[in-house]
């Protein structure tokens, strides 16, 4: 059992930033596709951005401020977010998808963000 794990949350005024951080116990970046989802209260937990092995996904709500990259020697993908927002405020999630392979992704335990106006 692959596990994800998460830091980096914490609390930020409006136009600040915050680097989120997930490290997971094993070397699954060459057959997993990492994520990063929020789950904001009262809403569906929703994908903000992802990174395969040679592209990235980016939601519309964050393209241009949030930034998701990869260090394979240190074996941690990371969630870099400027310009933060009061509606950027969720619980974000790391996530591990095996293409192919439904049923057998990982999820993080979650990393709280809060963006005050």
């Known amino acids: 059992q692959v596990q994800l794990v998460e830091s980096g949350g914490g609390k930020v005024q409006a136009g600040g930033s915050l680097r989120l951080s997930c490290a997971p116990s094993?070397?699954?970046?060459?057959?997993?596709?990492m994520g990063w989802y929020r789950q904001a209260p009262g809403k569906q937990r929703e994908l903000v951005a992802s990174?395969?092995?040679?592209?990235?996904y980016y939601a519309d709500s964050v393209k241009g401020r949030f930034t998701i990259s990869r260090d394979n020697a240190k074996n941690t993908v990371y969630l870099q977010m400027n310009s933060l927002k009061p509606e950027d405020t969720a619980v974000y999630y790391c996530?591990?998808?095996?293409?192919?392979?439904?049923?057998?992704?990982?999820w993080g335990k979650g990393t709280l963000v809060t963006v005050s106006s």
């Open positions: 094993e070397s699954i970046f060459s057959t997993h596709i």
């Open positions: 990174i395969a092995v040679r592209s990235t």
């Open positions: 996530n591990a998808d095996p293409p192919g392979k439904l049923g057998m992704e990982y």
